[in-house]
């Protein structure tokens, strides 16, 4: 069975700070690899979708990276404001289904 | 372009009684997902439809939980009857359906309170 953690569950940084968001995953076969944003009392947004046969992905000032082997992700978000300030989510598409397995998620706090 | 809608937004009942969910996907889409969230938790799936199919609904309590998609477009999740433990976040996502590209959309979500 798929298991997806996050570590840390909730991070705390000044404005303009670099940081990186981590997750892993046990079951090499996935389709792909996806991270969220969840605001308070709202859905999730998709950030960045990384395939499978792809190593990272990137969008602004988030890059996100892959390495299926090891079963790792990170979540890079540089010069961090405060409107970052949410909870970012992991999930992995298992291979050969739709399903999406989550991790459950870090908050993050970005302070002005 | 609109996006995935879900009602009520809020909703308390007491156990023992029903309630149903309601969901309108992005236009196009044909796949359509349900997910329940807890507190500090992320969504798990419930049931996710191909069109009207349900193609995978292993995680659906069946003894109290039913959903339906009508002609392949809006959906329903019902609780009947509702238990204490059933307090959460009801989540619909919606997709293309296109494999390893695709990307799920999500609504804001039914939190939902069993007093």
């Known amino acids: 069975k798929q298991e997806v953690t996050q570590i840390p569950a909730a991070l705390s940084v000044p404005e303009g700070e670099n940081l990186v968001l981590n997750c892993s995953f046990t079951d090499s076969a996935i389709y792909n690899l996806q991270w969220f944003r969840q605001d308070p009392g709202k859905g999730l947004t998709s950030l960045l979708l990384i395939q499978s046969s792809q190593r990272e992905q990137t969008s602004g000032r988030l890059n996100a990276s892959l390495d299926k082997s090891s079963g790792r992700s990170t979540l890079y978000i540089a010069a961090s404001q405060p409107g970052d300030s949410a909870t970012y989510l992991c999930a992995v598409t298992q291979g050969g289904s739709e399903k999406l397995v989550f991790g459950k998620g870090t908050k993050l706090t970005v302070n002005p | 372009e609109a996006g995935v809608v879900q009602s009520p937004r809020y909703k308390i009942i007491e156990k023992k009684q029903p309630v149903a969910f309601w969901c309108n996907p992005i236009?196009?889409?044909?796949?359509l997902y349900w997910y329940l969230q807890n507190l500090g938790q992320g969504p798990e799936l419930l049931i996710r439809y191909e069109n009207e199919e349900a193609v995978d609904d292993s995680q659906l309590p069946k003894d109290r939980f039913s959903a339906e998609r009508l002609k392949g477009v809006d959906s329903t999740l019902k609780i009947q009857p509702a238990e204490l433990g059933d307090s959460a976040v009801y989540l619909c996502?919606?997709?293309?359906?296109?494999?390893?590209?695709?990307?799920?959309?999500f609504g804001p979500g039914t939190r939902l309170t069993v007093l």
């Open positions: 236009s196009g889409h044909n796949t």
């Open positions: 996502a919606s997709s293309l359906g296109q494999g390893s590209t695709d990307t799920q959309y």
